[in-house]
Structure formats: C-alpha cells, structure tokens
C-alpha cells in the first residue's frame, strides 16, 4: 500500500464515519457540523485525485459557506434544541438502512469497474497539467473557454436562486 | 364521377351548418324558435335532397363505383397516412338515403313533440350534429374516418339521453350510454391497428382488394380481427352483454329514441359488418359468433319484452330484439337481407317510437293540465286510447303488423329473408337450422309482445283517469304527418327487395351485389327450392298470426288496473270464472311461467343483476375500487413518496442492469 | 441551403444562443424594473404585459430560426441547433406566454401582490430552453436545475397560503433528491464515455464492445430516475399531485404543461442522441414506466372529487402516453411527442384556466360538483370545457385524438403493440373521469340560483380560453400541417448512425 | 490508481444519504443528507476526472453553484412554512394527500 492511498483510506474511513454519524445524529447542528467534517475529508481526498482547487473550494465554498448558512437557517429556526427524535422508530431506522444498503450493494459494483482504456489519460497527466498551469489556471483553462455556455447559465441560475429566497423569506407581504 | 355524387360533401355541410347555427342561438339564449326550426328542419331537408341526387347519380352509372371523394389529407403520420376522404358506392349511398329520409321526418315530428321545452334550440343543434356524425360514420372511406362518425354519433347520443338534466337518473343513463359504447370502441380500436399491422392500410377499398392475399381464410389473424370489430358492434349495436345501456337510453325524448336508439346509431354495427363484409366472410368463426350472439339478443330481448309496462322500455328492447336478428343475417352471410331489415325496420320502428311519443305526449299533457303525477309512459295508465287517437292508433297498428311479419308489409319480407338464409345454410351444420329455430321462436313472441302493447294502449277500457280523459286528443298534423309518412314507407318498404318467388325480386340485393360480391367467393352457394320458400312464408305467416291472435285472446285489458292502483300481480282470482276456462289453463301453464320468468329471471336477474351488476357498473366500480386504493397510498407524508421512489429506483436499476450482477 | 453558424467562434456561439439570450435579457432587464417598482398592482401588471412581451419577441426569434433552419457548423458543441430544438423552445415558450396571461387576473384576485412572480416565470423558460436545446449533459442539467429552482419558488409564491408552502417544500425536496440520482447517472456516463457531450456519446456508446458494461447501464438507469421524476412516471410520481393541487393554478398549468414538456424534451434527447446505440436497454424500462404510469394515473384518478387534483392525476396519466412515444425509441416517437407535447399544452392550460376562473378567492377546493350547471349560466365556458376535456379524453375530432393517434402509430412502428393496447383502454377508464365534468356542467342542475355569479374571466384569460379550443377544434380536423412540423422536428433527433447492440 | 476505491466510496456516501433522507423526518436534516449524496456524486466526478481529463473537476464547480442555489432557494421555503407550521417536521406537513 502506497502512502497515498493509505492517506485515501484514512480520510475515505473519516468520511464514511462522518457521514455515518451526520445521518444518525438526534440533533441538527450535529448533523449538520458531521456533513461539514465529511465535506472536509472529502476536500483532502479530492487532493489526492489530483483536483487541488476543487479541494479548496469544497472547504470554502461548500463547508464554508454552504454549510454556515445551513447551521444559520438551524439556529435561526431554533431547532438546535432537543426536543424528540426526527427519526423512525427502530423498526424504521433498520428497514431503511436495509434499503440503503440494498442501493450501496447495487452501486458498489462500480468499484469493480474499469473504463474503457482509450478514453484513459496517460497517468500523472492532470498533475502535469496543475503543475504547468497552476491549480487554478488548470480550472480556468476549460471553464471559460470549453464550459463557457454552463457557466453563464450557472450566472442566471444563482441569479434566480436570489431573487426566489428573497421572495420567499422577504418578512413584508 | 357523376356530378352529383360530386356533391355527397353538401350531405354532411347542411347538418353541420344547421348544428353551428342553432348552437349559436341556444348558447347565445335568442329568442328565435321559428328560426331555430327552419334551420333544423331545412338542413336535414337540404340533405335528404342531395341524397336522392347523389343516389340517382349513383344510379345512372354504377359501373364506376365505388367512388372515393379525398377532401384532405387528415393524418399524415408516418406511414399511417389518413385522408378525410368519403365514398360513395351502393351501400353508402342507400344508407345515406335511409339516415337522411328518417332523419328528416323525425325532426319534422320533434318540431311539434319538443315545441314547448325550453332547450329547443339546444335539441336541434344536438339532433343536426348527431346527423352529421352519422352521416360521416355512413361515407367514411377508411376505418379512422368512419371511427370519428362512431365517436360522434356516441357523444350525441350521450348528450341527448340526458337531454332532460334534471334529473339525476336520466343523466346516468347518458354516462352509461357512452362508457359501454367505449368499451366496444376499444375493439374497434384494436382492430384497427390490427388491420393496419397486417395491411398496411386502413381505407376500405385497399384493405379489402389485398385481404385476400394478407389472410389465410379462417386464420387466427383474420378472426381476431373481425371479432374485435363485432366487440365494437355490441357496443355500437346494443347485443349482449353490452345491450343494457339501449332500454337505460330511453330517459331521453322520444323522437331522439326513434331516431338514435331504433333507426339509425344503434344499426351502425349492422352497417359496419356489412362494410367489412369481405373480412367476416373470410373468417366463418367470426361469422357465426356474429350469427349466433344475434339470434341469442333476439330471442332473449324478446322474452324481456314480454313483461314491461313502460311503454318506451317495450320498445327498447324490441330494437334489441331486431338488432340480433340483423346480425343473424349479416352473420349467415345474407349480407343483403341485413341492410334490408336494416331499412325496414327504420320505417317501422321509427314509426313505433314516434306513435308511442304521440301517445305519450298526449298523456303528458292530460296529466300536466290535471296536475297529476302519473307516469305518462306506463301502458297501465293507457287503454283505449284509439277512441281519442284513432290516427296514431292506425299508424301503430301498422308499424305493428310490419315487425311482427304480416305478408304484404315490409317486415314480412326482411324478416322472412334472413330467416331463410338462415335456414338454407342447416344443411352445413345443423347449428344454423338451431338459429333458425331460435328466429321463428323469437317472432312468436314479437307478435306476442307488440299486440300485448296495442292491446294494452288503444284497446280496451281507459285508464288514464276520469278527469284527464277530457284532455287527451290526437296530436297535431306536424306530428301525425311523420307518422303518415313513415306508415306508408313501413307498408311498401318490402318493395325494394321482394324474395326471389315473387315477382320483381330482389332489386335491393342486386343494387347491393357490387359491394357484397368480395364475400361471395367465400361463402357457399346457397339455393332454395321455390317450394321450400313458399314452406317458409307460410310458416312465418302462420307463426305471426298465432302471436297475434294468441295475445288478442290471452290478455284481458279490462282486468288490467292503473299504475297508481296496480296490485303485486297477482290478480288472477276472478278471470278463473271466465268461460275461456282453457285459454287459463294454457294462461297458467305456459303464458304465466314464460312471463314469470321474463320478468323475474331474465329482466331482474340477469339483466338489472348480472349484466349491469357484474358486468357494466361492476368492473367499473372495480376500477373506482383500485383509484381509490392508489388515492390512499398518496398518504400526503413526504416520508412514503421517498420510500416508493427508493424502492422503484432499485427495481429499475435491477431491470436494467438485467436481473443479474 | 440553410444558413450555418460555426459554433467553434465565440460570435457563432452567441448567435447559436440568440433566443436565449433575448429571453434572458429581457429577463434581466425587468429584474431592474422589479426592484424598483414593485409595490402595486399596477406594477405587477405593467411586469406581467412586459414579460409576454419578452417572451413574444424571443418566440419571434425563434421562429426566425426554424424558419430559416439554421444549422450547425461544428462537431462538438454545448447547445444544438435543430427544429427539435426550436419546435420545444416554442412549445414551451407559448406554455409561459398562455401563463402569464392567466395570471395576471389570477393574482389580482388572489391578492397576491408579488411582481418576481413573472421574472421566475422567465427564469424558468430558459432553463426549460436550454433543456430542450441542450447538446451537453451539462447544459441540460443547469437548465433543468434552474427551471426547477425557480418553480420551486413559484410553487410557494403565496406566502399567505399554508398549502403553497407545503406544496414548495414537498416538490423542493422530491426534486433535490431526484436531481442527486440524475447527476448520478450523468456522473457514470461521463465515467463510461469521457464526454458529456451527446454526440460524442453517441459515438462512443455506439463503438463500445459491450463487455463489462455495469457503469453505462447503472448510468442509464440512474439517468431514467431523474428523468421519470421530472416527468412524474410512476413510481416517482407521488409529488405531483401534491404539488399541483397546493401551488396557485396558473403554475400548476405551467408544471403540468410546460414543465413536462421540457423535461420529456431533454429525456428524448438524450436517449435519442447519446444513448441511441443502447436503445434496448432503456425502451424496456420506459415501456414500464409507461404502462404503469398509465394505468395507476387513470386508475387514481377515478377516485378524485377535486377538479384541480383530478387534472393532476390525469397529467400523470399522459406522461404516460408520452412515455409510450418515447418507448418507441424512434424519431418518429419524436415528432409524436412534440404533436402531443404542443396539443397537451394547449388543453391542459385551457382546463386550468377555466378552473381558476370557476374557484372564488382564497378558495381552494373546486370540486366536480361545483361546476354543475355551468352550461346554464355561462354556456361559451361551458363549451370551452367541454371542447377541453374531450380533447384530453382524445374524443375523434380534437387535437386530443390526433395526437393519442399519433402516438399509437410510433407505438405500433416500433411493435409496442401491448403499449397501444394498454392505452387504448386506459383512454376508456379515463372517460370515467372527464365525462363527469362534462355531465355536471351540461346535464345538472346549478345548486343556487346564484351559482357560478362569481365566474370572471379576465380579459387576457378569456382570449386565452376562446384561443385554446378554437385551435384544439382545428387541430383536430386539420392536423396535418403540425403533423407534418412535429414529424420534422423529430427526424432532427434521428441518430447518424444506427448500430443494433445486444444486451 | 484509486478510480474503484473512490467510486466505492462514492457509492457508500450515496447510500448513506439516500438512507438518511429515508429515515430523517426533520426537513432541513432531510436536506443535509441531499447535501451528502450531491457530495458522494462529486467524488465520482472528480475520480473520473483524473484519467478523463479536467472536464470531471469543471462539473464539480456547477455542480457547488446548483448546490448553493438550491440551498438558498430550499432554506427559504423551509423558512417560509416554518411561520406556517412553527416545525418543519415533515410527518406534520400532510394537509395535502389523497
């Protein structure tokens, strides 16, 4: 085992247990801070796939920002506080964990699966490619060249997102 | 083409236009019941002209039929390409002349019977638009165009049934109407792609120049096919087990009974196995179901029709009762006589109704002045009504004598016809002399049950009520004149296609030859000896004159009481001191039980209970059941959706990574 | 020879983007207008006349395009430029314009004073055109999402109502967790092909040696999930019903009509397009779909007193029919769904309409019922109703008809001859639902003498009733111009190269 | 090459998620476990990325943008029903169903 996949293996270990956790949780900002430790393991494992940049902007942007507005919307519904379980009954609780597992044997095949030899980058391009053009520029390169139709759908998309929380949340009728 | 069959389109314009513009003036609420009428009336009027035009183009150079006239490509979807096209050829065209002749009278008839109702404008443009339909179901060139007149004539007819929407019942009636007529169009439907998927075509004249050559005679494809086409005839047709929506149909006005429900919507299916008669003769299974399930109706309609008070509901399954006999004729082959008694009965039929809504009118109106609520359709509230109706009395009588097949009126001669076809063709199987059998037995008790009505309406003492007798009279000439026509019409009608023995015979069945002569490759050679003819004549004769009078002595209007005052049926006590004392014992031995078991059997039991029970609103209330067991499962709890999206994202990724892994 | 943008230059992909762009700017533009004014109704009206102008003026560009069928230059490329394209960008862009035009009484008499309403609105027809238009997985899922956030907001526009709220939360969560299953499959055939773009995916999966093939075909399956849900297929319909009856009727229409118009636009392209060389593998599973969506979407629907609820399940019911278009897996199941696709829209906005006009404010139960004896008191609406409902039960002589013909040929093009049958009777068991409307309005008595008083239909609604069943009228009997456009559109869809692959 | 154990750990994460939606009623906790299986899919995204090429890592970055508009847009609406109900417990939002 190389060091780099025992590091994988470490935080793979870290996030399922996060995640474990983040889904059994009684209370909400527990669950919710446990996505943020998952979302932090994943940040690393994304830098060992080579995608340094996405890496930083899931700890930015997803656990950072996504996530606080999340704990804010808890605390601001003053949910944080334990009054009963949101969960089924053990019955419930056992049976769905059965369907989700039923769904993870039928997806973990996937493991096995190996993608088609003449679509495959030789190895160690994309490391080369972040090392020329920085993490960034690795990102930027296709994203406003390649992907620029996307990206301004995505301009609108958030534009519409805005106008529709506000409509909703605005307090005045 | 001759000119005026260039014009058949005009035959469908006049109704159409007549629908638009009295459904303008009912939706817009004018004031303009003159108006209203000469729209009705004049376009109908218009039509039947353009009829006779077309039909004496027709005749004048049959050799080229059948002309096909394309207004436009309708569907041009791949390669089930549709045109709205018309053809005109024998058939069609002494249909066109049948739908467009009655039609005309009937609105004729409904100016006088409708002329006080509030939705008069409403009722011509529903009766101008069921014209149209029936008119385009009549000239369709292919299967689609044909289904658009099938649906139509359903809609209108569903629409009219609940003419009078005050009352819940009538309304249901009209539902019941159309879902039936639903489940026989799903044969039709089916049938249709099935002819498509085997033809590759769905006009007439293709699909039966290349039936030939696409079917084997007698094969599983051929007779799926025809069968799912008779499914959507029973439905159309009113044949069992699809026939209980046709009595429930009566709710509507009468004249719309005379005209959708005796003369010419519920004969389309006759019309249709007639059209596709290639197609049924090559499939003999097909042929005798078709045969078979008629004479059955015929036979148990008529039984049914022994026991009813309500005149309309006589009536109603009388219509049931010839409807089979049609299909047995269409079903022996004797496509020809199927169209003949197809039109006869129009005329006689039509001309039954129309009396019977004399009749009821006049009651309606007796009751209405005296404010009673009696029910002006009950025979028990009739009886000697000639003295105040001696017209509508004598045309019924008529119309009478024509259904139940005294010689010399039209019923003789259609009736007697499809009987013998039948009967020439025992000497293949002895299944067809049981049809047969069950077709004499069957107008034995048409004679019986149609001079039991007469009896019980025209003759004997009155029973309407002191005080109402002083308002019944004969209804006026805008009424009597239809039933004048049409008695005239019942009485010659027979002309058109006298048997082979008698003089001058048969023009209708060399008119038709054109369009029947596909079939008669398939079909064996039937040949009676003029003897045995005139053997069947007299037995039919004989059968009709033993119906008739066996009622006229049987029955005894002067023991018969009033509806409001009717006992349980059990009034027998005193008629035991008659001096006809062996008429009672025939009375209790056979009438009795026959109509005991005609009311309380086959009516209540099998009709009201299993057909409509089980059958119509059973499997409807089944799938009612199962909605709302669906409705249950939307419990409203987020939880479950996901549940059941869960569980049908892992099936479905079962299915497609193919069961295994 | 028709006109070619080169959609490897910047100017060929802004011009490829041309309606999208127009719709976007004027969207943007009354984005400004809206947070200046926004306080009266005046100025919620003045929003609404603007944003049918708007999407006018990009319906006008759009069929400048189609009619000069422009094409593209270049191979690989984020957005297509086909009739298929421009006919669903129509279909849906007359969907919002048929909306915005109910609306604008609707909202007036529900009080809710609310001008975003139509800049959402607009929204969400660009997402619904870059999903139909779409030639990246990518692209279809940014604009599937952005229709979906904006009609999620839209669902809950009444803040004052308690059921809108219930209807935006269910359908917001239903549709996020759906949307996870969807970029699942997108994910895996990204990881099978290297490509999101469909034709490059087409070219792979149609070149593929299908050995060890678990990763495309889980893809595909995930990929039908997110697709079935957007369409509301059974098993993943349970949202619909829901959300449609909470959600103000204007967006239901608009979620009923244009939204599934969108969504099955996207689905056909991508199987058409990307996933044509494995059509066995998903016309199995939606031949599935499409029987039992038809069959429980009818079934269902029996039970229902509720008009608005009986047109939600009946909307699942032809998301079944248009299944079985897509079942065929041909282009000729493509031009059958944009015929049904453009008729449906068409009906099913005029039912709604004339369900909004016939509720009172603030009520939301209109059942069956209610309408009893409407023909009596406003006989044109009546008939309008009527016209919509036979056309919906696909009674001979309504665009209704055409269009379940249209189907059922692709259906019996292809040997789903079990499909055609299983709608053929569907359509019987749906007669036992629409014909009730038809009888309470025609054949019962109105249950007060000032029953159906309250009735209004506002100007631009009325022209949207008269409008809808003219043309379903003339559809029905003249079909074939739009047969013959519809059947165009789809043949656009019609993959390059047809590779048979066996399972 | 850590393709297959990422998209195992991908695979897990999703079920984890799909599982939590199953059995959470809260629905800001349903949403979390949303959060989680879009997570789970971006993994996948950006195993696929390093032997397809960085088209993988650019879907990741929209597919952030989506996540954020959609928690914007769904925290509203949970915000909204919130003044309805005063939860946001899902067993208690059923005045729609039939």
């Not at chain 1, 340094?52 to 944080?80: D, E, K, P, R, S």
């Not at chain 1, 972040?130 to 390649?146: K, S």
């Not at chain 2, 009965?345 to 007796?366: D, N, P, T």
């Not at chain 2, 048997?499 to 048969?506: E, F, I, R, T, Y």
């Amino acid at each position: 085992m190389s060091q780099t996949e025992a590091v994988f293996w470490f935080f793979a270990a870290v996030s399922v247990i996060s995640a474990f956790l983040c889904i059994t949780r009684r209370n909400p900002v527990a669950s919710a801070l446990w996505l943020v430790n998952t979302l932090f393991a994943l940040a690393a494992i994304f830098i060992l796939l080579d995608a340094h940049f996405i890496g930083a902007l899931q700890v930015l942007v997803y656990a950072g920002a996504i996530m606080v507005l999340f704990l804010f919307v808890i605390m601001l519904l003053n949910l944080g506080r334990d009054t009963g379980t949101d969960m089924l009954g053990w019955a419930g609780r056992i049976v769905m964990l059965a369907v989700g597992a039923l769904l993870a044997t039928e997806l973990l095949v996937l493991a096995r699966v190996v993608p088609d030899q003449r679509f495959v980058l030789p190895a160690g391009t994309l490391a080369r490619i972040t090392e020329e053009q920085g993490a960034v520029g690795a990102i930027a390169a296709p994203l406003f060249r390649d992907y620029l139709i996307p990206f301004e759908i995505t301009s609108v998309l958030l534009l519409a997102a805005v106008v529709g929380a506000v409509v909703l949340a605005k307090r005045r009728l | 083409m001759p000119a005026t069959v260039g014009w058949v389109w005009l035959v469908l314009l006049f109704p159409l236009a007549g629908f638009l513009a009295n459904g303008a003036i009912s939706v817009l609420r004018l004031d303009a019941k003159r108006a209203v009428t000469t729209i009705g009336v004049g376009a109908l009027v218009l039509s039947f002209l353009v009829a006779v035009a077309v039909m004496a183009g027709l005749a004048g150079a049959p050799a080229d039929a059948p002309y096909v006239l394309s207004l436009w490509q309708w569907m041009p979807a791949g390669r089930l390409e549709i045109e709205l096209a018309l053809q005109v050829d024998q058939l069609s065209a002494m249909m066109l002349l049948v739908v467009t002749g009655v039609s005309m009278v009937i609105h004729v008839f409904s100016v006088g019977y409708m002329g006080e109702d509030p939705g008069y404008a409403r009722y011509f443009s529903y009766l101008n638009l069921f014209v149209f339909f029936m008119l385009v179901l009549v000239l369709g060139a292919n299967f689609p165009v044909m289904f658009v007149g099938w649906e139509g004539v359903g809609l209108c007819s569903y629409l009219l049934i609940g003419f009078w929407f005050e009352n819940e019942a009538f309304a249901n009636a009209g539902k019941k109407a159309f879902i039936m007529n639903r489940i026989g169009d799903v044969g039709f439907l089916l049938a249709m792609f099935m002819i498509f998927q085997a033809v590759g075509t769905l006009s007439f004249i293709e699909v039966f120049e290349y039936a030939p050559r696409a079917f084997a005679i007698g094969g599983t494809a051929i007779t799926l096919i025809t069968l799912a086409l008779f499914v959507g005839a029973i439905g159309k047709s009113a044949q069992i087990p699809l026939y209980t929506w046709l009595p429930d149909a009566m709710a509507g006005p009468t004249p719309v009974s005379a005209l959708i429900h005796a003369a010419t919507m519920v004969t389309a299916g006759v019309y249709m196995v007639a059209r596709a008669n290639v197609l049924f003769a090559m499939a003999p299974i097909s042929s005798f179901t078709v045969a078979a399930v008629g004479a059955i109706t015929a036979l148990f309609a008529a039984t049914v029709a022994l026991k009813q008070w309500d005149i309309k509901k006589v009536l109603a399954y009388s219509t049931v009762s010839q409807l089979g006999y049609m299909f047995m004729g269409v079903g022996v082959g004797a496509y020809a006589a199927g169209i003949f008694h197809l039109t006869t009965h129009a005329f006689f039929k039509a001309l039954l109704f129309l009396g019977a809504g004399s009749v009821i009118h006049a009651l309606h109106h007796a009751y209405h002045h005296t404010h009673s609520s009696e029910e002006a359709q009950d025979m028990r509230n009739m009886g000697g009504l000639r003295k105040w109706m001696p017209l509508t009395a004598t045309f019924m009588w008529i119309a009478t004598l024509a259904i139940v097949g005294v010689p010399g009126f039209s019923g003789f001669f259609s009736k007697d016809e499809i009987l013998a076809a039948t009967f020439a063709r025992g000497h293949e199987a002895a299944a067809f002399y049981v049809l047969w059998a069950v077709g004499v037995v069957t107008a034995l008790l048409t004679a019986f049950y149609m001079t039991r009505l007469m009896i019980y309406t025209f003759h004997g003492p009155n029973r309407s009520g002191e005080k109402e007798q002083q308002h019944l009279h004969e209804s006026p000439w805008v009424m009597t004149g239809p039933l004048l026509v049409l008695a005239v019409l019942a009485i010659v009608g027979g002309l058109i296609n006298l048997p082979a023995v008698l003089p001058g015979s048969g023009w209708l069945h060399h008119w038709l030859e054109p369009v029947t002569e596909l079939s008669a490759a398939y079909l064996p050679e039937v040949h009676l000896s003029h003897s045995t003819e005139w053997v069947l004549l007299g037995f039919a004769t004989l059968v009709a004159a033993l119906g008739i009078i066996g009622a006229w002595r049987l029955l005894k209007p002067a023991a018969l009481k009033p509806a409001r005052e009717a006992p349980e049926e059990t009034g027998i006590q005193k008629v035991l001191l008659n001096k006809w004392y062996v008429d009672e014992i025939y009375d209790t031995l056979i009438v009795r039980p026959i109509m005991w078991v005609s009311e309380n059997v086959l009516w209540k039991v099998i009709d009201k209970g299993i057909i409509d029970g089980f059958g119509a609103n059973g499997s409807a209330n089944l799938a009612r059941a199962m909605g709302w067991l669906g409705s249950r499962l939307q419990t409203g709890y987020l939880g479950t959706y996901v549940f059941l999206f869960v569980l049908g994202a892992l099936i479905l990724l079962r299915v497609v990574t193919g069961w295994e892994l | 020879m028709w006109p070619v943008i080169d959609l490897g230059l910047p100017g060929g992909v802004a011009l490829a983007l041309l309606p999208e762009l127009v719709l976007t700017g004027c969207a943007l533009c009354l984005t400004i207008l809206v947070a200046w004014r926004h306080r009266s109704e005046e100025d919620q009206l003045l929003v609404g006349y603007l944003a049918a102008v708007g999407l006018v003026l990009t319906a006008a560009v759009v069929v400048v395009f189609w009619v000069s069928d422009v094409r593209a230059g270049g191979l690989e490329s984020m957005i297509a430029l086909d009739g298929f394209r421009y006919l669903t960008d129509l279909i849906v862009l007359l969907g919002a314009l048929l909306t915005v035009l109910l609306s604008l009484g609707y909202l007036g008499r529900e009080r809710i004073l609310v001008p975003e309403y139509f800049l959402l609105l607009l929204y969400a027809t660009v997402g619904m055109m870059f999903m139909g238009g779409g030639a990246d997985l990518i692209v279809i899922f940014l604009g599937l999402e952005l229709m979906s956030v904006s009609v999620y907001v839209l669902a809950g526009i009444d803040r004052r109502s308690v059921f809108c709220a219930e209807a935006a939360l269910k359908y917001f969560l239903m549709g996020a967790f759906a949307s996870a299953f969807l970029l699942y499959g997108i994910a895996l055939i990204y990881g099978f092909t290297g490509t999101t773009n469909l034709g490059l995916i087409y070219v792979q999966t149609a070149t593929w040696v299908f050995q060890e093939n678990t990763m495309l075909l889980i893809g595909i399956g995930m990929l039908l999930v997110g697709f079935a849900f957007k369409v509301a297929a059974v098993p993943f319909h349970m949202w619909t019903p829901d959300v449609y009856d909470g959600a103000p009727t204007p967006i239901t229409a608009f979620m009923a009509a244009a939204v599934k118009a969108a969504a099955f636009a996207a689905m056909l392209r991508v199987l058409l397009e990307a996933l044509g060389p494995v059509t066995v593998v998903w016309t199995e599973i939606v031949w599935w779909l499409a029987a039992i969506t038809m069959v429980v979407g009818n079934l269902v629907a029996l039970a229902q007193r509720n008009l608005k609820r009986m047109l939600a399940y009946s909307s699942i019911g032809h998301a079944g029919y248009l299944l079985t278009a897509v079942a065929s897996g041909t282009d000729f199941g493509a031009g059958a769904f944009l015929f049904y696709a453009f008729a449906y829209t068409i009906m099913t906005m005029g039912a709604f309409a004339i369900v909004a006009a016939a509720g009172r404010r603030g009520e939301r139960d209109l059942r069956v019922e209610d309408l009893n004896g409407l023909a009596k008191r406003r006989p044109w609406l009546a008939l309008a109703m009527m016209v919509f409902m036979l056309s919906l039960l696909g009674f001979p002589g309504t665009a209704g008809f055409i269009g379940k013909w249209y189907i059922l040929s692709a259906a019996l093009e292809a040997q789903n001859g079990l499909l055609a049958v299983v709608l053929v009777s569907t359509t019987v068991i749906s007669a036992g639902y629409y014909l009730p409307v038809i009888m309470a309005m025609f054949m019962k008595p109105p249950a007060s003498d000032d029953a159906h008083e309250h009735v209004t239909v506002t100007g631009a609604a009325r022209w949207v009733v008269a409008a809808t069943a003219v043309v379903l009228l003339v559809l029905g009997v003249w079909p074939g111009p739009a047969m013959d456009v519809a059947g165009q559109g789809g043949r656009d869809l019609r993959p390059s190269v047809m590779i048979t692959v066996s399972k | 090459m850590l393709l297959g154990p990422s998209l195992g750990l991908s695979a897990v994460l999703f079920s984890l998620g799909v599982a939590g939606v199953l059995f959470r009623r809260n629905a800001i906790v349903i949403f979390i476990c949303i959060e989680l299986m879009l997570n789970a899919v971006n993994l996948s995204f950006i195993a696929f990325a390093q032997q397809l090429g960085r088209s993988g890592q650019v879907i990741v970055f929209f597919v952030m943008a989506v996540a954020a508009a959609e928690a914007a847009v769904g925290l509203a609406i949970m915000i909204a029903i919130y003044r309805h109900k005063d939860t946001i417990d899902v067993r208690e939002i059923n005045l729609l169903r039939g």
